[in-house]
């Protein structure tokens, strides 16, 4: 039985000194709140219930100095619980880019990756170009789904489905459940997500 009310609604907050996220749920209530700590050598990322961050849940980091190729641990802070990780597959090619989640026994459960490469490298590409490149936002919106299995040709069993809503300059991402799920899987998932959208923003 899956915890959040879907689809849930990712909205990058643009004029911040650090990363934020505000995660709200289909009834429009705030369910996760996610800030990045800045001038970090290393990523630490607080998952909080809010924005008043009375309440922290999860954190994710890496013990590895600033490489998107090292594991992203995430952490129940509630409990104290390891809930496993991910980490990119490949970084060389945005056609290839494939996130492998792994369980709190690090065996790859899950893997996301986008519908359609062709939309990220049409939007890269146009984007370059000046005055249409601002229009990019609004029909160039890339999707992704995570699967569960452990390549890219495990394609029986989508879970959850990521996209980004049409807009100017930087957007909102929804999240929709495709499939049941349970709570440990969908912690790992839904912050796997969240990581993996950053990740594609500092990409451009």
Same mark, same amino acid.
């Given at each position: *039985?899956?915890?959040?009310?879907?689809?849930?609604?990712?909205?990058?907050?643009?004029?911040?000194?650090?990363?934020?996220? /505000?995660?709200?749920?289909?009834?429009?209530?705030?369910?996760?709140?996610?800030?990045?700590?800045?001038?970090?050598?290393?990523?630490?990322?607080?998952?909080?219930?809010?924005?008043?961050?009375?309440?922290?849940?999860?954190? @994710?980091?890496?013990?590895? /100095?600033?490489?998107?190729?090292?594991?992203?641990?995430?952490?129940?802070?509630?409990?104290?619980?390891?809930?496993?990780?991910?980490?990119?597959?490949?970084?060389?090619?945005?056609?290839?880019?494939?996130?492998?989640?792994?369980?709190?026994?690090?065996?790859?459960?899950?893997? /996301?990756?986008?519908?359609?490469?062709?939309?990220?490298?049409?939007?890269?590409?146009?984007?370059?170009?000046?005055? @249409?490149? *601002?229009?990019?936002?609004?029909?160039?919106?890339?999707?992704?789904?995570?699967?569960?299995?452990?390549?890219?040709?495990?394609?029986?069993?989508?879970?959850?489905?990521?996209?980004?809503?049409?807009?100017?300059?930087?957007?909102?991402?929804? @999240?929709?459940? *495709?499939?049941?799920?349970?709570?440990?899987?969908?912690?790992?998932?839904?912050?796997?997500?969240?990581?993996?959208?950053?990740?594609?923003?500092?990409?451009?």
């Amino acid at each position: *039985m899956s915890f959040f009310n879907y689809p849930l609604s990712l909205r990058f907050k643009l004029l911040a000194l650090s990363p934020q996220i /505000i995660v709200t749920d289909a009834a429009e209530r705030e369910v996760l709140y996610v800030h990045q700590k800045v001038f970090n050598i290393r990523e630490d990322i607080r998952v909080f219930s809010d924005q008043t961050r009375a309440q922290e849940i999860f954190r @994710i980091n890496t013990e590895r /100095i600033l490489d998107l190729n090292s594991k992203y641990k995430f952490t129940n802070q509630t409990t104290g619980q390891y809930l496993g990780h991910v980490r990119p597959k490949s970084l060389r090619s945005i056609w290839q880019l494939t996130y492998l989640i792994y369980d709190e026994n690090d065996v790859i459960e899950h893997h /996301i990756k986008e519908d359609n490469p062709w939309v990220k490298i049409l939007d890269s590409l146009i984007g370059q170009i000046e005055f @249409i490149g *601002m229009l990019t936002g609004f029909f160039l919106n890339p999707s992704y789904t995570a699967y569960r299995g452990q390549t890219r040709e495990d394609v029986a069993s989508p879970v959850l489905h990521i996209k980004k809503k049409p807009g100017f300059f930087e957007g909102v991402f929804t @999240i929709d459940l *495709m499939n049941p799920i349970d709570p440990d899987e969908e912690a790992r998932l839904v912050l796997a997500s969240m990581l993996m959208l950053q990740f594609m923003r500092r990409r451009g």
